[in-house]
């Protein structure tokens, strides 16, 4: 039947997010609008994103943290424009967005000592595999295919390469090895429900020693430049931002941070994120058509939960047709106002993706899975009763 209870918020969208609770425009009321990003209180937000950052997330000390331009996908390639080259370099891609950093490191800055590792959707690449000599890429959680690095076991302490991870979809709701970590990339608008556009870089001191000793043999574009003769712009990591933020934005972040230290910091919000994932695994759990897509729960992901079909009516549907069910799924759905854009990624297998990052509530989880239940059945019955 028909689920008469509805989530509070229906905002299960992979990217952006799900703002935090209780979140109101009321709350950019003292955004910097109109003001220099480089003036005194344009600088000191900056600046205060940038210390809350570190507090939450307990960077160390001497790890510098930038905000960059260009949302997750800038402070990656910043990283890898600027850094890659110096030594062989291992890319790890088990989704889409590991398979396009192989593509820039092979296809653009065409690389000549490089080893691609690979997986397939839901799995994850072999990382015993790694060559702590090389340097190496990685997106420690795979947003499109729901699948998380369980660890940082795998990388040596003893490193002579750099390690270089696209933690967009994992920080502030999984806990990151920072001793482990060379170079971190992420943006506002997952984890922390913010605007997008803004990307975050936290480098250690290892990766700074790289781009002070380093000149790579291709140029750079102005806003991947963090240095200047041969030495770090500390300006960047100090809220001096290489091109022009945008101050509503900053401010919105800032109500995220401030939330997050509401909730129990870097541990409240973890906790918050693996509730969601719990209450899906005990819905699959006694389903009769839904599955994971990452079926090792060591390696599934609390934030892009990504929900397979095993129903044999399902599996005997062309692709085409598979696709065009979960989209179905994903329309009814949005017209009942109950979830917004959960259809799985075009590059992944037919499915379904939730987003449960920590602002999502477990109770608006728990609520939207009778309505996958309702949606499934409608979809299967109008889809048998056309063939």
């Not at 960047?236 to 401030?258: C, H, R, W, Y």
């Amino acid at each position: 039947m028909k689920p008469t209870a509805t989530p509070r918020a229906p905002q299960f969208s992979s990217g952006p997010c799900a703002k935090r609770p209780g979140w109101g425009p009321a709350v950019l009321a003292d955004a910097a609008l109109g003001r220099s990003h480089r003036s005194k209180i344009g600088k000191s937000k900056l600046k205060e994103v940038i210390d809350r950052t570190r507090a939450v997330l307990g960077v160390p000390d001497d790890y510098r943290i930038g905000i960059v331009p260009g949302s997750d996908t800038g402070a990656v390639e910043m990283a890898m424009w600027t850094m890659l080259g110096a030594r062989g370099v291992d890319l790890l891609a088990w989704e889409s967005f590991g398979s396009g950093w192989v593509t820039d490191a092979v296809k653009q800055l065409k690389l000549g000592d490089v080893r691609v590792i690979e997986a397939g959707y839901g799995e994850i690449a072999d990382l015993s595999s790694v060559d702590p000599k090389r340097d190496v890429v990685f997106t420690w959680n795979g947003t499109t295919s729901g699948v998380r690095v369980p660890n940082g076991d795998w990388i040596a302490d003893d490193r002579e390469g750099l390690t270089i991870c696209d933690a967009t979809s994992a920080v502030f709701a999984m806990d990151l090895p920072w001793d482990k970590l060379d170079v971190t990339t992420f943006s506002w608008q997952k984890v922390l429900g913010g605007e997008g556009a803004h990307g975050m870089l936290i480098l250690s001191p290892r990766a700074v020693e790289r781009l002070e000793t380093y000149v790579p043999a291709w140029p750079l574009p102005k806003l991947f430049r963090m240095t200047k003769g041969g030495k770090l712009i500390e300006g960047i990591f100090k809220g001096e931002t290489i091109n022009t933020p945008s101050m509503l934005a900053v401010e919105d972040v800032l109500d995220a941070l401030k939330w997050a230290e509401g909730v129990g910091g870097l541990k409240g919000l973890i906790a918050r994120s693996e509730a969601n994932l719990a209450a899906v695994e005990k819905w699959v759990a006694r389903s009769d058509w839904a599955g994971f897509l990452a079926k090792d729960p060591a390696v599934r992901s609390c934030t892009s939960i990504c929900v397979s079909i095993s129903d044999p009516w399902f599996d005997g549907l062309s692709e085409a047709d598979q696709r065009a069910a979960t989209k179905q799924i994903d329309s009814l759905l949005e017209a009942e106002g109950v979830a917004y854009d959960i259809n799985g990624y075009r590059d992944a297998p037919a499915g379904l993706r939730l987003w449960g990052g920590a602002t999502v509530e477990a109770s608006d989880m728990e609520a939207l899975l009778p309505w996958l239940d309702w949606a499934y059945g409608e979809v299967k019955r109008s889809v048998s009763a056309a063939a």
